[in-house]
């Protein structure tokens, strides 16, 4: 049965896309079939990251009713599959975005995942992908701000029935400023997924056009984000094959 995760955040910056993506290929890499939609209409990114910056068909054409959704389909290299949005600010005109849940309706007979990169916020387009989802994924920094906006979003899903599985922290660096992972749990009252490092590697994979999971397979977020998708997958067995040299370098 296909699952739809949206993944969401209060604010803007924390590594959301990133978490998308890497998430949908570290699941492509386990096995599963995956669809990743940019359903951040206002400000894509999806394609920007993966070298598909402006595609013949997106997922705009398909919410203006003019094309369909199996159209807007393009395969990355790595065998993920993504549904970018325009770039184009004149194709955000008579957007209707309470249809991007009849598109995954229909994305629901052609996958096993869809990964909605939701809007940061609280807006419509956020809206749109709360109420399309099967299940909501919090992504959020160790920082004051980002999870109390983290929170808002919380109770926005809550309002709208929709569950929130959990939250993954993001970007952290294990700095006495920041929050501890603990606190962040007990204040939006949800479990902690997982913990990803800050990673240097992240922008030279957004320059290379590929996940961090395929650039760098051996940095920290990259191991996060394996176990991130074992676990959203059922593959509770899963454990990182990691050799006595990485061990010596510390590279784990």
């Given at each position: 049965?296909?699952?739809?995760?949206?993944?969401?955040?209060?604010?803007?910056?924390?590594?959301?896309?990133?978490?998308?993506?890497?998430?949908?290929?570290?699941?492509?890499?386990?096995?599963?079939?995956?669809?990743?939609?940019?359903?951040?209409?206002?400000?894509?990114?999806?394609?920007?990251?993966?070298?598909?910056?402006?595609v013949?068909?997106?997922?705009?054409?398909?919410?203006?009713?003019?094309?369909?959704?199996?159209?807007?389909?393009?395969?990355?290299e790595?065998?993920?599959?993504?549904?970018?949005?325009?770039?184009?600010?004149?194709?955000?005109?008579?957007?209707?975005?309470?249809?991007?849940?009849?598109?995954?309706?229909?994305?629901?007979?052609?996958?096993?995942?869809?990964?909605?990169?939701?809007?940061?916020?609280?807006?419509?387009?956020?809206v749109?992908?709360?109420?399309?989802?099967?299940?909501?994924?919090?992504?959020?920094?160790?920082?004051?701000?980002?999870?109390?906006?983290?929170?808002?979003?919380?109770?926005?899903?809550?309002?709208?029935?929709?569950?929130?599985?959990?939250?993954?922290?993001?970007?952290?660096?294990?700095?006495?400023t920041?929050?501890?992972?603990?606190?962040i749990?007990?204040?939006?009252?949800?479990?902690?997924?997982?913990v990803?490092?800050?990673?240097?590697?992240?922008?030279?994979?957004?320059?290379?056009?590929?996940?961090?999971?395929?650039?760098?397979?051996?940095?920290?977020?990259?191991?996060?984000?394996?176990?991130?998708?074992?676990?959203?997958?059922?593959?509770?067995?899963?454990?990182e094959?990691?050799?006595?040299?990485?061990?010596?370098?510390?590279?784990?």
């Open positions: 049965m296909t699952k739809v995760i949206t993944i969401t955040s209060g604010k803007g910056g924390v590594g959301k896309t990133t978490t998308a993506i890497n998430l949908g290929s570290a699941i492509n890499q386990f096995g599963r079939d995956v669809i990743v939609v940019d359903a951040n209409l206002t400000t894509p990114n999806v394609g920007i990251h993966l070298g598909a910056p402006i013949p068909v997106s997922l705009n054409h398909v919410l203006l009713g003019k094309a369909k959704v199996s159209d807007a389909i393009y395969e990355h790595s065998g993920t599959k993504i549904i970018p949005s325009s770039l184009s600010v004149r194709e955000l005109r008579n957007l209707q975005h309470d249809r991007l849940k009849e598109v995954t309706k229909r994305l629901r007979k052609m996958t096993d995942f869809v990964i909605l990169d939701s809007a940061a916020g609280l807006g419509d387009e956020a749109a992908a709360f109420e399309a989802a099967d299940e909501i994924i919090l992504v959020t920094n160790p920082e004051i701000p980002a999870v109390t906006d983290a929170l808002k979003a919380s109770k926005l899903a809550e309002q709208l029935g929709k569950e929130v599985r959990g939250v993954i922290v993001t970007r952290v660096k294990g700095i006495k920041e929050m501890p992972v603990a606190n749990r007990d204040m939006l009252e949800l479990p902690i997924l997982g990803v490092p800050e990673d240097s590697n992240v922008p030279i994979s957004v320059l290379m056009k590929n996940a961090l999971i395929l650039t760098h397979p051996k940095s920290g977020a990259s191991r996060a984000y394996r176990k991130l998708a074992a676990k959203i997958i059922g593959k509770n067995d899963y454990v094959n990691i050799s006595i040299w990485d061990r010596l370098l510390g590279r784990y």
